[in-house]
């Protein structure tokens, strides 16, 4: 066993220098985010599943439209330190770790009256049960957010092991726990919502408290919360346009289309769900890398070539598979929506160079880069969302969710152009 290990490490880092990448590094991190992301992609899948098969439309629609309420509420916990921790962790300044989890939790407060006002205003004027939910949720929101620090502090100290294993927990326990209460009560969207948050709220506790062993120094870096605070103001905008469409058809259409919309978005969002934490495993190396993002492509354009044209197969496969896996997956009750689906091969195509750029322009600070990916792009993106579902309804939501993919891409593009011009 161990003669074999031995062997097949050898292999990867031999390979690994022909084509320019620490594959050992790769391989073995890269299957633990794996294991994690097919277990949290089976866990969501399953609740997905027991909402369509055993629950209504409308109770389906509401629990989505109160994630998406709290995850646009979410900004006040100051999410950009999750990102600015994996970076001073992976540099060896663990410091502030607690601060930044002190910090969050702090600012989170704020979000227990916003959301009792915005409750009791849905309780009022349209729905007790997704009112009821919605001030549910203030007493959970401090410790939903803050505490979830845990995460990041492992990837950057590159213990995607134990990171996956907690995470792994937490997603399979909370399914279980949601899809108990469905099985139950089918249509009690006060109990679903209580499962769900409280049984992520104990796990982010707990392994908060966990992690705190892994703290092997206190050195702090300088610019770790206001970097922090920077990225969570350049993410602002970007969160509420990541909701916005979800909120916008279940406010003006209904629960039932936006349950209908999120069938139908769930298999490719889903899948890019899967793959963007494999691109978590760049941060760090970003962060330590000499020389540009030219000279990496540059050298791995052959690389590149291969990968591109594996995706243009598997996109082409998901194009004409995909109304029959939906139909297989969630049954016929939403099957007048399933050629919607359809539309997110452009996302799929687009979606793992967006990633990388992504992941590269945080890791080098490239701030003209950001300022257009998360000031310009979600104002554009809002525009788009507000007048493709007027024009179109779900329709116009799948459309406009692709088109600023598009938009995405090409801002990145022009924005690390502009940064390149401006050193040179």
């Not at 098969?53 to 409308?58: V, W």
């Not at 007790?128 to 803050?146: K, R, T, W």
């Not at 939403?334 to 992941?359: Q, R, T």
Request: hydrophobic share 50%.
């Amino acid at each position: 066993m161990m003669k074999n290990k031995v062997r097949i490490v050898d292999f990867l880092r031999r390979y690994g220098r022909k084509i320019g990448l620490d594959l050992t590094y790769f391989v073995k991190n890269g299957f633990w985010v794996a294991a994690r992301q097919a277990i949290a992609a089976i866990s969501a899948l399953s609740v997905s599943v027991a909402f369509a098969r055993l629950s209504s439309q409308e109770v389906f629609g509401q629990y989505q439209f109160v994630l998406s309420f709290l995850a646009v509420v979410s900004v006040i916990s100051l999410p950009g330190l999750n990102t600015s921790i994996i970076r001073s962790v992976s540099k060896g300044f663990e410091g502030d770790y607690r601060r930044a989890v002190r910090t969050s939790f702090l600012w989170s407060l704020i979000g227990i009256p916003i959301l009792l006002v915005i409750g009791g205003y849905f309780y009022v004027s349209q729905s007790h049960a997704l009112g009821i939910a919605i001030m549910l949720s203030s007493v959970f929101f401090p410790f939903f957010y803050a505490p979830n620090t845990w995460d990041s502090f492992l990837q950057g100290k590159h213990r995607f092991d134990v990171s996956a294993k907690y995470a792994a927990v937490q997603s399979t326990i909370s399914a279980i726990a949601v899809i108990t209460v469905i099985f139950l009560g089918r249509t009690n969207l006060i109990a679903v919502i209580v499962a769900y948050l409280a049984s992520y709220t104990f796990f982010n506790c707990y392994y908060y408290v966990k992690s705190l062993r892994y703290v092997s120094n206190e050195r702090k870096d300088e610019d770790a919360i206001s970097y922090g605070w920077f990225l969570t103001k350049m993410t602002f905008l970007g969160t509420i346009a990541e909701n916005l469409d979800k909120i916008i058809i279940g406010i003006f259409i209904s629960p039932s289309a936006l349950a209908a919309y999120y069938v139908v978005s769930f298999l490719p969002l889903k899948a890019k769900d899967f793959m963007k934490p494999f691109f978590g495993l760049f941060l760090p190396k970003f962060s330590t890398m000499n020389g540009s993002i030219d000279g990496l492509v540059k050298q791995k354009k052959a690389m590149i070539i291969k990968a591109s044209f594996l995706i243009a197969i598997m996109v082409i496969a998901y194009y004409f598979l995909i109304e029959w896996v939906n139909l297989l997956v969630f049954g016929s009750e939403y099957a007048a929506y399933y050629s919607y689906s359809k539309y997110y091969s452009v996302l799929l195509l687009l979606f793992v160079p967006l990633n990388i750029l992504g992941k590269y322009v945080l890791a080098v600070k490239d701030k003209t880069t950001l300022l257009l990916s998360n000031v310009a792009y979600p104002i554009v993106r809002s525009i788009l969302n507000v007048v493709f579902i007027y024009k179109l309804g779900i329709l116009g939501a799948v459309v406009a969710y692709n088109v600023n993919t598009i938009l995405n891409f090409s801002l990145y593009l022009v924005g690390m152009a502009h940064s390149r011009k401006k050193k040179n």
